[in-house]
């Protein structure tokens, strides 16, 4: 069963200037062009039926459109850091999506992940043995990066396919546009 999540895809503009972040250290699986998106909510595994209800609710009425920024490089993983991600300037309007996301897959008696809502982007995914010095001297350098605003007209439900070697293959499901 294919695992299934919402989430919004930035511009072309914006994925070149983010594709510029993404060389410098060793040891790092950096995210394919493809795959780079901001997950607003996470379902899991889904069977056909069930993915098929909670699209029928990502589009009674998601909302309106709004502008966000990206913004500092950071990581998940504290002493043993597994993912690099550019963080999203704090936003309303995004959260309010989430919100509604959320609201939409327990409408379809989904459970989603339970942890708290961090808007970001995987920028890559580290192995054990990166080099510390160039990924702490990637980090000085880029914390202070921030993208141009850019405008969120739209999000998408996801479904991915799994690979052993590689990195998984994201498909776009369905789309649900933000009017305004």
Do not use: C
Not at 33 to 50: A, C, K, W
Not at 71 to 95: E, I, M
Not at 112 to 127: C, D, G, I, T, V
């Amino acid at each position: 069963m294919p695992t299934y999540f919402a989430a919004i895809k930035p511009p072309d503009d914006i994925l070149d200037a983010i594709e510029a972040l993404q060389k410098g250290v060793e040891g790092i699986n950096w995210s394919p062009r493809d795959n780079l998106h901001i997950t607003v909510g996470y379902f899991g595994e889904l069977s056909d039926e069930y993915a098929e209800i909670l699209d029928r609710e990502l589009a009674r009425s998601p909302g309106f459109g709004f502008d966000v920024n990206l913004s500092g490089v950071d990581y998940f993983g504290g002493a043993r850091p597994h993912t690099l991600w550019l963080g999203v300037k704090k936003n309303h309007a995004l959260a309010a999506l989430h919100k509604y996301v959320r609201s939409a897959a327990r409408r379809s008696t989904i459970e989603m992940e339970k942890r708290n809502f961090r808007p970001h982007l995987s920028l890559a995914y580290l192995r054990r043995n990166i080099a510390k010095d160039d990924f702490e001297r990637y980090l000085r350098l880029h914390v202070r990066f921030t993208s141009k605003p850019f405008l969120v007209d739209q999000f998408a439900l996801y479904s991915t396919q799994k690979h052993k070697q590689g990195p998984n293959t994201y498909i776009k499901e369905a789309t649900y546009p933000l009017v305004g």
